[in-house]
């Protein structure tokens, strides 16, 4: 996975400097957050859309502040349309090494118990297995 400028939140450039790799196997690693560069759907249509077309592209960051789900629950439907993948991000619990300001996180606390964008990823992912079968 090879990500571009800002965190890999810029990808604008990414098909100008591909290393080349005749087995194919580049990933585009891609971060995407409330507070990021490419943040809403105009960029991801007009950068990540078509390059998504021509190489696999993995959200291996996305999240929004606070922890919420408003963000993520415009980005993965989003993400799905246009073949991009993505992780959840973070498994830190929010305690006092990391918390809902510093960036998302999965889980408030290592038992387990979800943020609300922990239930927000695991009911889209639901849904998504729901309709494969």
């Not at 890999?8 to 591909?18: F, P």
């Not at 349309?81 to 408030?108: I, K, R």
């Amino acid at each position: 996975m090879l990500g571009g400028l800002q965190w890999s939140s810029d990808e604008t450039g990414w098909r100008h400097y591909e290393p080349s790799d005749p087995d194919h196997q580049l990933v585009v690693s891609f971060h995407t957050y409330n507070f990021s560069g490419c943040d809403n759907v105009s960029c991801w249509n007009s950068t990540i859309a078509p390059l998504a077309k021509v190489v696999p592209i993995v959200t291996g960051e996305f999240g929004e502040s606070g922890c919420a789900d408003a963000y993520d629950l415009s980005y993965m439907p989003w993400a799905d349309a246009h073949g991009v993948s993505y992780l959840g991000w973070t498994w830190d619990a929010t305690d006092e090494n990391w918390n809902c300001s510093s960036g998302p996180a999965l889980v408030e606390s290592y038992d387990g118990t979800p943020t609300a964008y922990g239930v927000g990823l695991k009911h889209h992912l639901a849904v998504l297995a729901a309709r494969s079968h």
